[in-house]
């Protein structure tokens, strides 16, 4: 069992649609929590930090329950250019990354 | 802002081959970590370095060896290369003692024959 799960996808949504993504990790010694984007043969780049009490930075919404080791990120008002793999990372005490297998977003016009 | 480099960024080799892989971590960055992206797989960590010791080691082949470099640079080292092999090798860096977020460099994909 891989230590982060996520639902592979993909999901195909419309221009406009709101959009979410599920996460599970297993490791309850996790510290610090992270939404990365990879577009096709690109580097993850970060796309938000996830905090105890939620975040929000534009049209993205992360959450994070530490009790169920769960992780959100939501997506509002899809843009076609929000097409990408989403991965859900974790890192523990010596901060290596520990990816989930990534979701596929593909948003139609 | 300046960002990791990583070359090269393209790399073909023959099998039982060598390869160098080398990485320049953003500037002020101490930490450097190797990651390595099969297809069709999420990156899977390889080894990192603080201070130029290694600080953590994953799953990483013996015939893999990596160091840092005095100006904080990294290489990673690759012998007897197997098909297998051929993925994407991202280098990410950061710094000890600021925030927790690590910057990737654009990778270097490596395809073995």
């Known amino acids: 069992r891989k230590e982060v799960e996520q639902d592979p996808g993909p999901f195909n949504v419309p221009e406009g649609a709101t959009v979410a993504f599920n996460c599970t990790y297993s490791n309850s010694a996790s510290q610090s929590f992270f939404w990365y984007r990879q577009d096709c043969r690109k580097e993850p780049k970060l796309l938000m930090s996830?905090?105890?009490s939620g975040n929000e930075d534009g049209r993205f919404t992360a959450q994070l329950n530490r009790a169920s080791q769960y992780i959100s990120l939501l997506i509002r008002d899809s843009k076609l250019s929000d097409s990408a793999t989403y991965l859900c990372?974790?890192?523990?005490?010596?901060?290596?990354?520990?990816f989930g297998s990534g979701t596929r977003l593909l948003v139609r016009p | 802002a300046a960002g990791v480099i990583q070359s090269p960024r393209h790399l073909i080799k023959e099998k039982r081959e060598t390869a160098t892989l080398k990485c320049y971590p953003i500037p002020r960055h101490d930490t450097v970590y190797w990651y390595q992206q099969g297809p069709g797989q999420d990156p899977q960590f390889l080894i990192s370095?603080?201070?130029?010791?290694?600080?953590d080691k994953g799953s990483i082949p013996d015939r893999f060896s990596a160091q840092q470099f005095s100006d904080y640079h990294s290489e990673l080292n690759m012998s007897s290369l197997e098909l297998g092999d051929s993925a994407l090798y991202f280098c990410?860096?950061?710094?000890?003692?600021?925030?927790?977020?690590?910057?990737f460099g654009p990778g270097t994909r490596l395809l073995v024959l």
């Open positions: 370095f603080y201070e130029k010791m290694q600080s």
């Open positions: 990410a860096s950061r710094t000890a003692r600021a925030a927790e977020t690590q910057y």
């Open positions: 990372v974790v890192n523990d005490s010596s901060y290596k990354l520990i």
């Open positions: 996830v905090y105890s």
